[in-house]
C-alpha cells in the first residue's frame, strides 16, 4: 500500500493483511517511514498490517520496525537474506512483532530452505524472483506449485503462497498448495500513465471472492 485511502479501501474489501514497503531502495511501491506509519495506523482496527524489508542490517531493520509499528515483520530480501541465525537474533530483539520469512522457489532446493527457517520465524512466504529486483517477490511470475506444496505439507509453521497470483489462477492455487495464505502484488495492480501503480480495486475484490471460494471447497 502506498497511501492511507488505498489501505482502507483495500481492507474494505476482505483483505486480511496489508502490506507496506517502508524503503528508500528504490523498491516496486516503497514509502517513507511516516507514510508507512500512517498507513499502518489507519488499518489497526480493520487489518494486519505487515511491513517489508530487503535489509541486511539487523540495526536498520530494528529503526523501521520501531518507527512504523507494524503488527508483521516481512524478511524478503535476495542478495542480503538473513540466515537464520540472524532472523534469530532479530526476533530476540523485536520479540512483540511476528517474522515472516520469505522463501524464494527455483528448484526443490527451497524446501530445505524452508526447512532451516521454520524454528526462528513465525510464518513463511513462498514467492518467486526476478533478477531486475532487489528482494524475493514483486516478479509478477508463479513458479513451481509442486514445490511449494511440498514446503507446506513438511513445515509446522504457517505459509503464505505469492508470485504471479492473480483473480484468474488464485483458486487453481490454493487447490494445488493448499496454503496459510495467499498474496498478490503485480496482478492485482493498475499501472499509472506516468509510471508507478497503485492496486486496482476491481481485480482485488475479484482475488478475494475467488480465494475464499477457492477455502470453501478444501
Known amino acids: 500500500m502506498q497511501t492511507v485511502d488505498e489501505a482502507r479501501a483495500v481492507a474494505a474489501l476482505g483483505v486480511d493483511h496489508v502490506g507496506v514497503t517502508p524503503s528508500d531502495s528504490g523498491l516496486p511501491g516503497e514509502v517513507n517511514f511516516t507514510t508507512a506509519r500512517a498507513i499502518v ?40 537474506t538473513l540466515p537464520p541465525d540472524a532472523v534469530r537474533t532479530l526476533r530476540e530483539r523485536l520479540p512483540n512483532v511476528p517474522i515472516m520469512q520469505a522463501v524464494s522457489i527455483t528448484g526443490p532446493e527451497a524446501l530445505d530452505v524452508a526447512l532451516a527457517y521454520q524454528d526462528v520465524a513465525d510464518y513463511l512466504i513462498l514467492d518467486s524472483q526476478a533478477p531486475d529486483i532487489a528482494g524475493i517477490g514483486a516478479s509478477g511470475m508463479t513458479h513451481d506449485w509442486s514445490i511449494s506444496r511440498e514446503i507446506v505439507q513438511q513445515v509446522k509453521i504457517p505459509v503464505i503462497l505469492a508470485g504471479g497470483l492473480s483473480p484468474e489462477n488464485v483458486a487453481e492455487a490454493i487447490r494445488v498448495v493448499q ?35 477457492a477455502w470453501r471447497k478444501i
Request: charge should be positive; aromatic fraction near 6%; hydrophobic fraction near 45%.
Open 41 to 80: 495506523d489507519a488499518v489497526r482496527n480493520f487489518a494486519v498490517s505487515v511491513a517489508l524489508s530487503v535489509d541486511s542490517d539487523l540495526d536498520a531493520i530494528e529503526r523501521m520496525v520501531l518507527a512504523v509499528r507494524p503488527n508483521i515483520l516481512h524478511l524478503c530480501g535476495l542478495k542480503n
Open 179 to 213: 496454503p496459510w495464505g495467499v498474496d498478490s502484488l503485480t496482478h492485482t495492480n493498475r499501472v499509472l500513465p506516468g509510471g508507478g501503480f497503485r492496486k486496482d480495486l476491481d481485480r482485488i475484490r475479484q482475488f478475494v471472492m475467488a480465494a475464499r471460494e
